[in-house]
Structure formats: structure tokens, C-alpha cells
């Protein structure tokens, strides 16, 4: 028991060392930058495409913010106004107009391959159209994590009237938390996803899938605990005004973007002790 704490502590560590190497902190920065520049394209994207898909712009768009709503625990009123009166364009703007909104909102994902690719030592970086075609593979999972989503939830709030046989109370436990294993595990493959397929240099599977659970872990933490330190003890309106839901949705952005590169380093880090201890 003893030498397994003592190796848990010498990862973490190691893991802290390599995060601070890197200049994780710097490279969370620049992705919540990009992530904020890129947000609002993609969603219009996303509208663009599931209302081509489902028929209707309306529909597409409330999934859309309901989907964000569960990614982004902030008081998002600013983020949804504008998507309502720019996705209300979206049927005209053409499918020029969807591949220009699309190639702007990459960048997020080229920048966190750059930051993949300094975590786990690749010595030369993709290409500049390489880069963005890894990064509208990602934008596809992307996308298909979103359906999946969509009829996850969609299946569990039908599934909420079957009491099979328990109290009422036992039914709101039980679904409650199935929503949040359904969410746990969608953050653990779209984070294991990302560290397995954007870097340049391979380090097998065993890393990212423990890098990736290690950050769905932290970030569906961080997003309850950053929920309620909002609403409660946050005074963000009173110091920024009318600035404060661009704040929050700033200061979020960091959080996720550091979860997202310290599980960047922990896959790393598992990987390289995982490869010097195989013959």
C-alpha cells in the first residue's frame, strides 16, 4: 500500500514538474484566447448544420444552448442572446459563409495541438493545412459527441417516468445520477480523443485514456464547484457590471483550458513511465 502511495505521489508530482516545464499555465491561456475567439463560430456552425438536419433552425438552436448549458456552468445570457440574433441569419448565410465560420473557429484546436505536441516532446509540428484538417476531424467527433448527447439526454428524460418499483425520491437519485455518468464519460472520451489523435507524435492509447479520465474527472468537478462559487459567493456583478458575464465565461474558459492541459501532461507522463518500463 505504502509503495503504491509512494508511486501515485512521485506521478503527481512528475506530472506538476512537467505541467510547470511546459508553461502549462501560459498554454491554457492561449487556448481559453482561441476558445473565445472560435466559440461563436463553431456554435453558428452547429446550428447551421443540425437545422439543415433537423428542419429547424429554432430546434437546432435550443439543443445547441442546452448542449453549451452543460459544457459552460455560467451565466451564459450575453453568449445566447447573440448565437438567437446571428443564428437567425444562418439560413441565408450559404455554404461560403458556414466554411468561413468553420475555418475561423479551427484555430482553437490547431493551438491545442501545438500544446499536445509540446506535452508529449513531438519535435516537429504538423503543417499548416495538416493541422487544420486534424482539427476538423476533431470539430467531426465533435459533433458526433453532440448527437450522442442530445439522445442520451433525450432517452433519460423519457426514461425518468418508469418508477421501477422505488420511491419517487429513489427515481430522482437514480436518473440524477446516470446523467451525471452519462456526462462523466462524455468528457472522458472527448478529452482522450483529443490527446490520442491532435499530437504529433504517437504515444499510444494507455496514456491518453488515463490523461482523459483523469480530466473528465477534474473537469466535471470543477464545473458543479465553479457553478455554485457563481451563484453564491461570486460578486462579479458588482465589480465588473455589465462586463460580469463576459468575466465569468473568461475566467471559465482558463479553468477548462488548464484541466484540459494538465490531463494533456498526466497522459504524458504515463506514457513515457508506461514505455521505459516495457522490455
Request: aromatic share 12%; glycine share 10%.
Amino acid at each position: 500500500m505504502r509503495a503504491k502511495l509512494r508511486q501515485a505521489a512521485s506521478f503527481a508530482k512528475e506530472v506538476v514538474q512537467e505541467f510547470k516545464r511546459d508553461r502549462g499555465g501560459l498554454f491554457a491561456a492561449a487556448i481559453s484566447y482561441y476558445g473565445l475567439i472560435s466559440l461563436i463560430p463553431l456554435l453558428l456552425v452547429a446550428v447551421a448544420v443540425f437545422g439543415h438536419v433537423m428542419g429547424s433552425y429554432v430546434t437546432a438552436r435550443r439543443e445547441v444552448l442546452d448542449f453549451i448549458g452543460h459544457l459552460i456552468p455560467v451565466r451564459a445570457k450575453d453568449l445566447e442572446h447573440s448565437l438567437e440574433q446571428l443564428s437567425r441569419q444562418v439560413g441565408v448565410v450559404g455554404v461560403l459563409g458556414v466554411l468561413g465560420l468553420l475555418w475561423t473557429g479551427l484555430q482553437v484546436f490547431v493551438t491545442l495541438q501545438e500544446v499536445m505536441n509540446v506535452a508529449v516532446g513531438a519535435e516537429k509540428s504538423r503543417g499548416f493545412f495538416r493541422a487544420r484538417w486534424k482539427a476538423l476531424v476533431t470539430v467531426f467527433v465533435a459533433g458526433l459527441l453532440f448527437v450522442l448527447s442530445i439522445g442520451t439526454t433525450s432517452l433519460l428524460v423519457a426514461a425518468r417516468g418508469l418508477k421501477l418499483g422505488m420511491s419517487l425520491s429513489e427515481v430522482h437519485v437514480l436518473w440524477d445520477s446516470l446523467g451525471l455518468a452519462t456526462a462523466y464519460l462524455l468528457s472522458v472520451t472527448a478529452f482522450t480523443f483529443a490527446y490520442a489523435f491532435l499530437p504529433a507524435k504517437k504515444i499510444g492509447i494507455v496514456g491518453p485514456v488515463v490523461g482523459g479520465v483523469i480530466a473528465g474527472l477534474l473537469f466535471e468537478i470543477a464545473k458543479h464547484i465553479f457553478k455554485w462559487y457563481v451563484s453564491n459567493l461570486g460578486n462579479f456583478d458588482l465589480i465588473y457590471g455589465s462586463l460580469a458575464g463576459a468575466v465569468v465565461l473568461v475566467v471559465w474558459m482558463y479553468c477548462a483550458s488548464f484541466i484540459t492541459v494538465l490531463g494533456a501532461e498526466v497522459a504524458s507522463v504515463y506514457a513515457k513511465r508506461r514505455a521505459s518500463q516495457a522490455p
